[in-house]
């Protein structure tokens, strides 16, 4: 299996969500010097939003360059008065525009990536938005979620995709972005070996449904998956069953609790197929559960704004960081196996029997099916009057 190019001299730290993934992000624009690049699903005009938007504008006054490229279908709603605070100050924005789109109706995929980069220098690349729902607020605390900050050679390659994506609304061809590519001066001490992966129908890249196949092909013991949405199709289901038979232990970590009820139960539909196929299946029950991890062995992850779903392989642009360093993977790893210790609840055959009963299976039956053909659809949209 062709395993892609891998950046060497990177520095990778994983950051769990929350109000210090937000404190990252803060003096990482308060530091920057020239150029930013954010590209993100939704930027939201809430006090977390409004943070990260006064602390752009206050960049542009020491005269940084500012991109800001936001998902046409997820923020909408975005205020035009928000929007006019922005480019009143100089700062670039645009709108991640499908295929087609009329005043009603939207055709085409949707960028869902997240990823932040500054001076050539810092990635954040994961799950995380900018929005209230995603920081830690004296009310609530933040959804489950995972980013990792990047230092070293592949920031180059990361900020390249920023651009052309910018520039173009779609990604080139991946050797036309490697070749202008040069490498940083940045030394690392952690040493990790890092990819861009990238999912884009339209493209046809395919590449983060890839590692995620590796992964299940090439583990020799475990693999760890925390997915929030985890309605995987047919092929991937059988790359399960096919690692199970070699004898890999499989844990998938999924949302006790979502904020879309629908996939609630088209996942749940699923449960009795995973535990038949001998899968450790944990509930996260503190709060919504959105990150997105797989992790092989001890040895490597992948981590960035892909689900284990059709709208994420077919449907979405989508960016993930595959990153290879035995101590970084080990640490992650630490850090999921200490949240199903602590904050999931094991679901059993013996438990999940006595959490359903006809009329349930038939709604979580509904459900799946339902799921299954707004997918198939998920490239439109009906935009609400305003």
Known sequence: MNTGEYKKNNSVTLLKGGSAYFEILLKLINETKELIYIQTYIFANDYTGNLIADSLINATKRNVRIYIMIDGIASNNLPKQFISKLTSAGIKFRYFEPIFKSKFLYFGRRMHQKVIVTDTKNALVGGLNIADKY????????????????????????????????????????????????????????NCDVRVRINDWVWHQNEISNSYIEILHTAKKQVVILCSYFIPGKAFRRQIINAVKRGIKIKIIIAGKSDVILAKNAEKWLYDWLLRNHIHLYEYQNNILHGKIAICDTTWLTIGSYNINNISTYASVE???????????????????NIIEQECIKITKENHLKSKNIFIQFRRWLSYQTIRILFFISTFYFKRKS
Request: proline letters at 1%; aromatic letters at 10%.
């Open 319 to 337: 960016v993930n960081l595959d990153i290879r360093n035995d101590d970084f993977t080990e640490a992650a790893l630490s850090k999921i196996e």
């Open 135 to 190: 920081n830690d607020r004296p009310e609530k605390k933040a959804w489950l979620d995972f980013a990792v900050l990047v230092k070293g050679d592949v920031v180059t390659e990361i900020e390249e995709n920023c651009k052309q994506i910018w520039q173009t609304f779609t990604f080139v061809n991946k050797e036309t972005r490697r070749k202008s590519i040069q490498k940083s001066e940045f030394l690392s001490d952690k």
